[in-house]
């Protein structure tokens, strides 16, 4: 069993820049890929970012490339997403999810254990 806690989420100005934090409990942290999804209202959840067990392997979504940039500590059981240059598109609630496999995945149902969510708000 996994628990993520995001936090970090906040109201920023366009342009402006934010840093996401997922705390993950257990010793086993090493052992899942990581990713970060966002669902706005009235919108499905979208993939964002994900990184691999070791680290090795990024993905992202086109609208973030450039922008985000996802890490991982697994020595503090933490996954970070650094977003800068945020855009009013961006405000969203963000999920972190824990995936018990090496590789990254852009698909929600291959993510075993998810967070509660932290709410971006971009302004304009």
């Known amino acids: 069993q996994v628990q993520l806690v995001e936090s970090g989420g906040g109201l920023v100005q366009a342009g402006g820049s934010l840093r996401l934090s997922c705390a993950a409990s257990?010793?086993?942290?090493?052992?899942?890929?990581m990713g970060w999804f966002r669902q706005a209202p009235g919108k499905e959840r979208e993939f964002v970012a994900a990184?691999?067990?070791?680290?090795?392997?990024?993905d992202y979504t086109d609208s973030v490339k450039g922008r985000f940039t996802i890490s991982r500590d697994n020595a503090k059981n933490t996954v970070y997403l650094q977003m800068n240059s945020l855009k009013p598109e961006d405000t969203a609630v963000y999920y972190c999810?824990?995936?018990?496999?090496?590789?990254?995945?852009?698909?929600?149902?291959?993510?075993?254990?998810w967070g509660q969510g932290t709410q971006v708000t971009v302004s304009s």
């Open positions: 990184i691999s067990r070791s680290g090795g392997s990024i």
């Open positions: 999810a824990a995936r018990y496999y090496s590789g990254t995945s852009h698909y929600g149902r291959e993510y075993n254990y």
């Open positions: 257990g010793r086993t942290f090493s052992s899942y890929a």
